[in-house]
């Protein structure tokens, strides 16, 4: 399940890996705070960590690691309860298509538009460790702008805020299905939703 979720920003990395293979480069990390809200349940989450990048002028690519806490509860039909409390860490790779326009010699300013996975490494609920930790992975859509401001000749500081999108986790598919057999009304899964808030330093090489 993990490394086909991943297998879709990594190829897109490479490709854009290649294509800017002789446009500017530069590479950073930072701290990295997102949130999450709705989904086929109820899935409110927040989370932080840290993150590196690659840039290529036009294009973003990152991986993070992260740690998270969320209450996954009902909703419609499955309203009332609280299914899982729970803890987890979780790395992810994402690319971001990106335009700077610059302002002044120091700064510029970018619409971004992307795709982020999120691949959960553990979860933990009462002090147990959840099997199939993977299940809970899932795909974001991003887009959102940046903003580079340069301190020295090669040293810059980016900040970035996105919104993004979530699709369900297998997770919140299978407990879908199984709630449908039982109501006999499957319910509808919706999509998720959740700024994220990046900053970071970079070097131009």
């Known amino acids: 399940m993990l490394s086909k979720g991943i297998l879709v920003p990594a190829v897109f990395a490479l490709a854009v890996t290649g294509a800017f293979a002789q446009i500017n480069i530069s590479a950073g990390g930072g701290e990295v705070t997102q949130y999450g809200f709705t989904g086929g349940f109820e899935f409110p989450y927040s989370g932080f960590g840290v993150f590196g990048f690659v840039d290529a002028v036009y294009a973003e690519v990152s991986a993070g690691y992260y740690f998270g806490a969320v209450d996954i509860k009902g909703t419609g039909i499955l309203s009332g309860g609280t299914f899982i409390t729970m803890d987890f860490t979780s790395v992810s790779l994402g690319i971001l298509g990106k335009y700077p326009f610059s302002f ?10 992307g795709i982020e996975y999120n691949a959960v490494l553990s979860a933990e609920s009462g002090g147990y460790t959840l099997q199939d930790a993977s299940d809970f992975s899932h795909l974001w859509i991003r887009f959102g702008a940046g903003l580079d401001y340069a301190i020295s000749h090669k040293m810059y500081i980016r900040g970035t805020i996105l919104y993004g999108l ?3 986790s297998k997770f919140e598919s299978d407990l879908a299905g199984i709630f449908g057999d039982y109501y006999e009304v499957k319910p509808v899964l919706q999509m998720g939703h959740g700024p994220v808030i990046k900053i970071a ?3 131009r090489f």
């Open 104 to 113: 002044g010699e120091n700064m510029s300013v970018w619409p971004a538009l």
């Open 166 to 168: 979530r699709l369900s």
């Open 201 to 203: 330093v970079g070097y």
